[in-house]
């Protein structure tokens, strides 16, 4: 659902709706369980099956929970993207492009499962990021990267600039090392590549990329013109 008041917006991840509920659920089904092996051995395969049931739906569930109250809160300052291994703020003026990614599937477009966001200057957001969401980005965006390669059949020159990721990133004036130079060398490869430095996964979205993308930019604009305003 998103919410939008007084100036301000918030996005809870539809992944993340009925997460204590499951929880519950899943606990009561392995207690059952439980039960069942004890007291009723002749009932062990249903046993099992609710055994299963219940391990997988707790993981599930955990998953859920665990996962920040928000995923994206706006203000009349920036965006921030929270992540369960922490967050990032990004500036309006500093935003450039907010689109759905998109990538070519023969004659015709493929739309990625993602918000990218293009940013005039990467200094903010390593400034921001921590080493900790650095890398956990990194990881998951192995499958985005992947695609990424895929557009181009020049496979050796990605390979020269993956390489570089291990080098320190001198951009702006600023020098950055060890995780945030690689999270910096990787953004601004995926923006020669697909167009975007950032990417934020439609599971941390509370509605369709193109919809939610709609949404930030026309609040984007909103708040650019208030603080225009004498």
């Given at each position: 659902?998103?919410?939008?008041?007084?100036?301000?917006?918030?996005i809870?991840a539809?992944?993340k709706?009925n997460g204590?509920?499951?929880?519950?659920?899943?606990a009561?089904?392995?207690c059952?369980?439980?039960?069942?092996?004890?007291?009723?051995?002749?009932w062990?395969?249903?046993?099992?099956?609710?055994?299963?049931?219940g391990?997988?739906?707790?993981?599930?569930?955990?998953?859920?929970?665990?996962?920040?109250?928000?995923?994206?809160?706006?203000?009349a300052?920036?965006?921030?993207?929270?992540?369960?291994r922490?967050?990032y703020?990004?500036d309006?003026?500093?935003i450039?492009r907010?689109?759905?990614?998109?990538?070519?599937?023969?004659?015709?477009?493929l739309?990625?499962?993602?918000i990218?966001?293009?940013?005039?200057?990467?200094?903010?957001?390593?400034?921001?990021?921590s080493?900790?969401?650095?890398?956990?980005l990194?990881?998951?965006?192995?499958?985005?990267?992947?695609?990424?390669?895929?557009?181009?059949?020049?496979?050796?020159?990605?390979?020269?600039?993956?390489?570089?990721?291990?080098?320190?990133?001198?951009?702006?004036?600023?020098?950055?090392?060890?995780v945030?130079a690689m999270?910096?060398?990787?953004?601004?490869?995926?923006d020669?590549?697909?167009?975007y430095?950032?990417?934020?996964?439609?599971?941390?979205?509370?509605?369709?990329?193109?919809?939610?993308?709609?949404?930030l930019?026309?609040f984007k604009?909103?708040?650019?013109?208030?603080?225009?305003?004498?």
């Amino acid at each position: 659902m998103t919410e939008q008041r007084n100036g301000h917006f918030s996005i809870v991840a539809a992944t993340k709706r009925n997460g204590i509920t499951l929880t519950v659920i899943s606990a009561l089904l392995l207690c059952v369980s439980l039960l069942i092996f004890i007291t009723a051995r002749h009932w062990f395969g249903p046993g099992l099956v609710l055994f299963t049931l219940g391990a997988v739906g707790l993981v599930l569930g955990y998953a859920k929970v665990s996962q920040p109250p928000e995923s994206l809160k706006g203000d009349a300052g920036g965006l921030v993207f929270f992540h369960r291994r922490g967050q990032y703020r990004l500036d309006w003026e500093n935003i450039q492009r907010i689109d759905v990614p998109r990538v070519s599937q023969g004659l015709d477009s493929l739309d990625l499962p993602f918000i990218g966001i293009k940013v005039k200057k990467i200094n903010p957001v390593l400034d921001s990021i921590s080493p900790r969401l650095a890398t956990g980005l990194l990881s998951e965006q192995r499958p985005l990267l992947m695609t990424a390669a895929a557009q181009d059949d020049t496979l050796e020159s990605l390979e020269t600039q993956l390489g570089a990721e291990f080098t320190p990133l001198l951009t702006h004036g600023e020098r950055y090392r060890g995780v945030l130079a690689m999270f910096g060398h990787r953004c601004l490869l995926l923006d020669k590549r697909l167009g975007y430095h950032l990417y934020i996964p439609a599971d941390a979205l509370d509605d369709e990329p193109v919809v939610v993308a709609r949404r930030l930019r026309e609040f984007k604009a909103l708040q650019l013109s208030l603080s225009n305003q004498p």
